[in-house]
C-alpha cells in the first residue's frame, strides 16, 4: 500500500511539472500578430552579430531610425535618445534595450555604426545599432510609420519618431523627437517597463 501511495504521488508530480512545462513553452511560442518579434528580417549589430527581433523577446525597447552620416535632425534624435535613457536609468529602470536601426544600410556598416556609438559615447550593453537589408529596414520604416527619401547618395529626408515597445514586441506609444523638453515618454517607459 504505501508503495502504491509513493507511486500515485510520483506520478501526479511529474504529471504536474510535464503540464507546467507545456504551458511555458506554449506561452514562449505565442506571439502578438502586432508584434516586431513576427518580422522574419535579419539584422547586424555594432558588434557584428546577427539578430533578428525576435531575439529582444523580453525586453522593453525604445526605438529610433537614423543614419550615420546625417548631420541636422539625427544628432538632435541621439541627444534625445541619451537624455531619455539618463532619466530612465535614474529610475533604477535596467533591462530596457534603446535601439537605433539605420535607414541607410548600404553606407551604414556594422564599423561605422560601432565609431558611431563610440563616438556618441553609446557603448553599453543598453545600447544596440541596427544594419539590416534594405528590404528589412523598409518593412521596419512602415511598422514605424517612419517616412523616409534618400535625397542624394548620403542624405535622407526622414521622420523623427521615437517608439516605445513592450515585453511582447507590441509598439505601446510613439513621440516626436527633436528636442524634448517633457518626461511624458520617459514617464510612457517606466510604465511599460513596470508590466
Known amino acids: 500500500m504505501r508503495?502504491?501511495?509513493s507511486f500515485l504521488f510520483?506520478?501526479?508530480l511529474f504529471s504536474c511539472e510535464k503540464n507546467k512545462l507545456d504551458h511555458t513553452s506554449l506561452l514562449e511560442e505565442?506571439?502578438?500578430d502586432?508584434?516586431?518579434y513576427?518580422?522574419?528580417?535579419?539584422?547586424?549589430?555594432q558588434d557584428g552579430r546577427t539578430i533578428e527581433f525576435k531575439d529582444l523577446k523580453g525586453k522593453p525597447l525604445v526605438v529610433v531610425m537614423i543614419y550615420t552620416a546625417c548631420r541636422t535632425a539625427c544628432p538632435r534624435l541621439v541627444a534625445d535618445m541619451r537624455m531619455i535613457e539618463e532619466k530612465?536609468?535614474?529610475k533604477k529602470m535596467k533591462d530596457i534595450q534603446y535601439v537605433m536601426v539605420s535607414i541607410d544600410p548600404i553606407n551604414d556598416t556594422t564599423e561605422k555604426l560601432k565609431q558611431f556609438a563610440k563616438d556618441n559615447?553609446?557603448?553599453?550593453?543598453e545600447w544596440l545599432f541596427l544594419q539590416g537589408t534594405e528590404n528589412g529596414v523598409r518593412d521596419f520604416a512602415n511598422i514605424m510609420a517612419v517616412k523616409y527619401k534618400q535625397i542624394n547618395p548620403i542624405d535622407f529626408s526622414h521622420s523623427n519618431i521615437i517608439s516605445v515597445f513592450d515585453r511582447n514586441g507590441v509598439m505601446n506609444y510613439q513621440k516626436e523627437g527633436l528636442g524634448l523638453v517633457n518626461d511624458e515618454i520617459?514617464?510612457?517607459?517606466?510604465a511599460v517597463a513596470k508590466n
Open 186 to 190: 520617459v514617464d510612457r517607459i517606466i
Open 38 to 45: 513576427q518580422l522574419p528580417s535579419v539584422w547586424n549589430t
Open 3 to 5: 508503495y502504491y501511495l
Open 10 to 12: 510520483l506520478s501526479f
Open 30 to 32: 505565442t506571439i502578438d
Open 121 to 125: 559615447q553609446m557603448e553599453g550593453s
Open 34 to 36: 502586432l508584434s516586431i
Open 88 to 90: 530612465v536609468s535614474s
